[in-house]
Nanobody, 124 residues
Framework: QVQLEESGGGLVQAGDSLRLSCAAF????????MGWFRQAPGKEREFVAS????????AYADSVKGRFTISRDNAKSTVYLQMNSLKPEDTAVYYC?????????????????WGQGTQVTVSS
């Protein structure tokens, strides 16, 4: 069993930065890729970023490319999402998830464990 706990969300102004963290509890963190997704009110959950098990491979949604950075620390079983130049349209609940494989996928159906989510609100 794997548990994922996100933290770091909050209310910020446009242009500010936030760093989300996701701590994983379980013995196999370094075996799997990890991802971040988000869901805004009235919208479907969407892919934000993924990182391979080694950390060398990353992928980003076009909407966040150049502003967000995903990273991981396998020694701490933690994945991070550094979010810079935040925009009001980034407002959403952000979820971290564990991929069922090692490389990272854009599809939510490839992820088998999910956190409870952390709210990010960006005011204009």
């Amino acid at each position: 069993q794997v548990q994922l706990e996100e933290s770091g969300g909050g209310l910020v102004q446009a242009g500010d930065s936030l760093r989300l963290s996701c701590a994983a509890f379980g013995r196999t963190f370094s075996t799997y890729a990890m991802g971040w997704f988000r869901q805004a009110p009235g919208k479907e959950r969407e892919f934000v970023a993924s990182i391979s098990r080694s950390g060398h491979g990353t992928a980003y949604a076009d909407s966040v490319k150049g502003r967000f950075t995903i990273s991981r620390d396998n020694a701490k079983s933690t994945v991070y999402l550094q979010m810079n130049s935040l925009k009001p349209e980034d407002t959403a609940v952000y979820y971290c998830a564990r991929d069922s494989g090692p490389y990272g996928s854009l599809r939510s159906t490839e992820y088998d464990y999910w956190g409870q989510g952390t709210q990010v609100t960006v005011s204009s």
